[in-house]
């Protein structure tokens, strides 16, 4: 069952990332200011490459 979870989310973060990205910067922006949105935008990219990494599937 273990194995079935990893490789849905292995599968969804790669659109879960592409999604939330252009939602959540843009109306950080226009909600909080330009300095929000690039932390927000910093943060959720820096989220976003390491939960990549991590899940990543190498040849072994």
Not at 5 to 31: C, D, E, N, Q
């Amino acid at each position: 069952m273990k194995r079935n979870t990893l490789r849905w989310f292995v599968a969804i973060t790669p659109l879960a990332g592409a999604m939330a990205f252009p939602v959540l910067v843009p109306l950080t922006m226009a909600k909080l200011g330009i300095g929000a949105g690039v932390g927000v935008a910093l943060a959720l990219s820096s989220l976003w490459f390491v939960t990549m990494l991590s899940t990543a599937e190498m040849p072994h």
